[in-house]
């Protein structure tokens, strides 16, 4: 033990010989193995090995703002835990010409504190928040090479692997998980050569343990809650195991193994600390996709999310009614009635058979298993709202929607923060619950998001980021805990340039995003939709058309459909009511699908025989315009999009109001 206690340290006397060993083994001669610590010569070697370049001045660029703020925001646990012992260094390091640096596994800082002076110097090479300090990197330095052995370490001036962090001395640590010892992070103390001092990693560590202390207390909480959350479930006849978030096996009832193996399944159920890849779960809740156990059925998983974290999961292998055990081959099949304690999908309601739409069913899936935000765009009307929905699924809770476009501020304000009793002249007796509140244990979709005032947004950040809302004229804050989902046909990251959205409140919403495919690129859907809704509103009208010719099909089909899903049911709608013939034929529909009609004729200027989308498109905005003498509300309201995706689309095919 004695001489690797040693190796923790280094020693400033040998400074010039271990400046020279280093232009030695640079010139790929002989190391004096007295004076170089067996510690840095490992890691020089691997500093080279990873083609590290010695002369570099300054560690890597960090990362830009937003990349370090989701960065953060994934290692939340580990930033809330060493908060005390960050802000002692802001209080305790002041004047000692050093710096404290916190760093997640991939040695890449999340956060400094200490002398001001010294993070300023720092910050000359990149030792500063979003740098990532790994061997691989910037080659030996105390954050990287602590990680490489797994053990305190200091590496001082000349022991740097480059020539321009040789001015430098640092002492660092790992930090390790309280329950599987696994490195969590890497915390560090740094400054210029002449701050040296032996204690330095005395005081990394004594630090590092205090996080990992808190870390300790964090996860005892956590597995507290888990067991009283899934207590009830684990006393039911189904074969359950309780996973905490990192995937170990917490408890497994006593049905668990024989239905397991009826599954044809395999799974170590030792109580005690037993990792089973695939069930460790991401910052949101997710589980890694392809590393579940391939006999584990999706539907068999349960997260376990308490106060919007994700704490666990449960797998459910469900006891089949007839035979014991299930261990169906085949799955349901689609339609099927779901067996009592499954429920019904919660996607169902979206009808289609374009393989993008179904893989972007198959990503809300995984969403949908997860807490995560969801931010939805595409044009109005392809069924955003279908997508939240199943987003919000059977997980219980209420589901809460409001468009944040078309509402006064003032409105808006009260839908979505509720008022306190008097709050306002006109106010409500008792005052108002806005949706937020009204989500709470549920899901809330905010539709329009990007319509949502600048000076309005910071207050929305609050309450995702702190979990607490203010009614309006109320200064006692209500806890409330919900999911996400927000959606928008608008550019989001364009409008972030234009002022018109706060980048912040974006990466708090945008954590995930799915876009939605407008009508006219999805294959195959105008006429899957058409038979869909012909066959609704016949069965709710008791009386309509039978069928739609394959003519009007295709005209269906070539025509723009700039208000989407939405646009075509409402099509279909009236075609139920209006058409009293068995067929649906292109005499039917209404006159902005006959310049369709008309170019899709034999004969017609476009040698496809049919209008293109953009044509069409623009030609039916046109009409729109002058159907409604230039009035653009009109026309917006007439083809059933916003006005902004109207202005778009004015622009883009460079339409003016006086085009009538
Ligand atoms: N794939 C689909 N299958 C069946 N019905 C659908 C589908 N997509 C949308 N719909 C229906 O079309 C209508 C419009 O959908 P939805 O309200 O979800 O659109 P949206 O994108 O949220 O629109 P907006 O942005 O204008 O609010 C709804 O009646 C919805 O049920």
Redesign the pocket.
Known sequence: MAPERKDFFSNPQDESDVMNAWHSFLGGGERPVDTLRALVDASWQRSLEARVDPRMRSGPRPLAEGELYLLRERQRELLEASAPVMAHARDFLTETGTLMALADTRCTILNTEGDLPAIDSAETIHLMPGATWSEGACGTNAIGTALAVGKPVQIHSAEHFCEGIKRWTCSATVMRHPLDGEVVGVLDVSGLSQTYNRQTLALVVTAASRIEARLAAAEMERRYRLLDRAMGRLSGGDGVVLFDRRGNVVRANEHAALAIRSADGEMELAQGLRRVPGFAVGQQGQLAAGLLPSWVKPEWIEPLIVDGKPLGTLLVVPRSPASGWRADAGGAAVGAVPCSGMAADPFA????MDAG?NATIAKARQLARTRMPVL?Q????????????GIHGNRGGPFVAL?CGGLSRELLASELFGYADGAFTGARKGGMVGKIEAADGGTLFL??IGEMPLDMQPNLLRVLEQGEIYRLGENTPRRVNFRLVA???RDLRQDIAAGRFRMDLFYRIAVTNLR?PA?RERQG?VEV?AQ??LERFRRAQGQGPERITPDALRVLRSYPWP????E??NLVEGLVLLCEEPSVTCAHLPHEFQAVHDAAQPGSCNPSGAMSMAEGEEDLIRRAIRASEGNLTLTARKL???KSTLYAKMHRYGLSRDDK
């Not at 595409?378 to 929905?389: C, L, N, P, S, Y």
């Not at 208000?563 to 939405?566: A, D, I, Q, T």
């Open positions: 309601a979206i009808v289609t739409m939805l595409g044009e109005t009307g392809v069924g955003k709202e279908e997508f939240a929905r468009n539709d329009e959606a928008t046909h939605i009508l859907d939709l869909h809704f208000g989407n899903v939405r075509l049911r059933q999009i916003a």
